[in-house]
């Protein structure tokens, strides 16, 4: 597996990253704990050595998993990256606090990438430069408690320049696929972080599995190539030099063997004029079609009426790429409630609205999916 620079670091990491959001789980979100450490070392077994969880990741669970499975020396074999929410911020003790439970949660003494989560203009302002988070994160480097300082990021591309020229920061972390190109940071975002030295990590990859599960239409493009849609998604940022490793959030085994497999003959520049064919002619079929945005991280849920809301989505989305309307009816009202109740419970309250990393007006897009199935 060819290794990438990580920006200015000197650090050389796998072109794939381990993304510990979406663990094998329950319908009620319970976390098979066994299967994911085995999941976790299996990738580093075979290469994998970039590891990204968060805080908040399975409601905590994400960074005490990961802990016990860089237990019996894994930990020396991998770049560990966590998230400090800056949004339950109070004070700038609040940082301490929180680094230091992250610390004992993922029982290490330091953290080789540490992020200020989902970083947007109000986030920025109102909480790290407030409370002088970044003269913490300073204080915490000197400590030996972190390496390596970064943020990920949710908002449009100015505010991204703007915090990118406000410290030097050592790496970023942007959502990018071939249909994001110009949402958020995009494509710009990537190529302007890069110039000032930064190492760029890559989440959403897959749009959350969108393009994983590409319609027909989509499909037929792809199929004479003899790639998959996975591979297509995750070669198109491989093929970028910007790009210095891509999260994937690997819920099975099959999905790490494979992700392993097309990341150990990924470069940069491996593109041809053909290639680049390709994903334009995809790009103008995803661009003709009337879907949600959602990318289903589920940081809408849970929801105070139990609104199974990215599961909502799914149904939607899958109706207007090409799935018959009555297929995804039935979903709507049988596979939809196996995780919370369907579109039409929506109250309007907007509290997901506050924190969709996708600034997405959901209780509109609710009102549409109920009036398209239940209209």
């Known amino acids: 597996m060819q290794l990438r620079d990580f920006g200015k670091t000197g650090v050389k990491v796998s072109p794939i990253g381990f993304g510990m959001m979406r663990l094998p789980a329950d319908a009620e979100g319970n976390v098979d704990e066994e299967r994911a450490i085995a999941m ?11 590891v990204d969880t968060a805080f908040n990741y399975h409601n905590g669970n994400s960074e005490k998993i990961t802990g016990k499975a860089l237990l019996d020396g894994y930990r020396d074999k991998v770049y560990l990256a966590t998230k400090a929410p800056a949004w339950m911020f109070k004070s700038g003790d609040d940082f301490d606090t929180i680094l230091d439970k992250q610390l004992e949660r993922l029982q290490t003494d330091h953290i080789d990438f540490y992020l200020l989560h989902a970083m947007n203009a109000i ?38 320049k703007n915090i990118c020229d406000s410290y030097d920061w050592d790496f970023c972390q942007i959502q990018l696929n071939y249909i994001d190109t110009v949402y958020q940071a995009g494509i710009e975002g990537l190529k302007y972080a890069a110039s000032k030295g930064m190492g760029v990590a890559i989440m959403e990859p897959l749009r959350g599995g969108y393009l994983a599960n590409v319609p027909k239409a989509v499909a037929d493009v792809f199929a004479p190539t003899g790639k998959t849609a996975v591979e297509w998604g995750l070669d198109y940022l491989w093929n970028m030099p910007e790009v210095s490793v891509v999260l994937s959030g690997m819920s099975d085994e099959e999905q790490i063997r494979q992700n392993l497999e ?21 790009q103008g079929i995803f661009n003709s079609y009337d879907t949600i945005s959602c990318t289903g991280c589920s940081y809408c849920l849970p929801c105070p009426k139990n609104v199974g809301i990215p599961y909502n989505f799914v149904v939607y989305n899958n109706y207007k790429t ?42 509109d897009l609710l009102k549409k999916v109920a009036e398209t199935f239940e209209g």
């Open 262 to 282: 097309y990341a150990s003959r990924s470069s940069a520049g491996m593109f041809t004029a053909e290639d680049e064919d390709v994903i334009k002619k995809v």
């Open 123 to 160: 986030a920025f302002e109102k909480k790290v430069q407030r409370y002088g988070v970044l003269e913490r994160l300073e204080a915490a480097r000197a400590a030996g408690k972190i390496k390596y300082v970064g943020f990920s990021f949710h908002d449009k591309l100015d505010v991204f």
């Open 40 to 50: 976790l070392r299996s990738a580093i077994d075979n290469g994998l050595n970039y």
């Open 322 to 363: 090409g799935s018959p309307f009555e297929d995804e009816k039935k979903r709507y009202n049988e596979w939809v409630t196996v995780f919370g109740q369907k579109a039409s419970a929506c109250v309007a309250c907007h509290k997901c609205e506050e924190i969709c990393p996708q600034h997405l007006k959901i209780s």
